[in-house]
């Protein structure tokens, strides 16, 4: 399955965001997928995941702003940012897999990833 993400841009601080992750060539349903985020110089850091039972886990940075949601009939999964802060600008990309829950936070857990999708937040 090939992962494309799209909807990254420039927003001010205290703006939102929708991200897209999209599956071509295969399907999300019966595995996890989530988001994560990089800057340059830095580890890959979890941001949100949704696992194919539904259930939703988030980074404590984001919990309460950010949403992250699911639509396995069109294989897209979202990830709603609301109340953009500069620190969480970062190229942000999508995953899927079927770590455990415990490795939920673990990006070498997953097994394939996405290209990445820009995030600035700046005035």
């Known amino acids: 399955v090939q992962l494309v993400e799209s909807g990254g841009g420039l927003v001010l601080p205290g703006g939102s965001l929708k991200l897209v992750c999209a599956a071509s060539?295969?399907?999300?349903?019966?595995?996890?997928v989530a988001w994560f985020r990089q800057t340059p110089g830095k580890e890959r850091e979890f941001v949100a995941a949704?696992?194919?039972?539904?259930?939703?886990h988030y980074a404590d940075a984001v919990k309460g702003r950010f949403t992250i949601s699911r639509d396995n009939a069109k294989n897209t999964v979202y990830l709603q940012m609301n109340g953009l802060k500069s620190e969480d600008t970062a190229t942000y990309y999508c995953?899927?897999?079927?770590?455990?829950?415990?490795?939920?936070?673990?990006?070498?857990?997953?097994?394939?990833w996405g290209q990445g999708t820009q995030v600035t937040v700046s005035s």
């Open positions: 995953a899927v897999g079927q770590p455990i829950l415990s490795a939920l936070r673990d990006p070498h857990m997953w097994r394939q």
């Open positions: 949704t696992r194919a039972t539904g259930t939703t």
């Open positions: 060539g295969g399907t999300f349903r019966g595995y996890g």
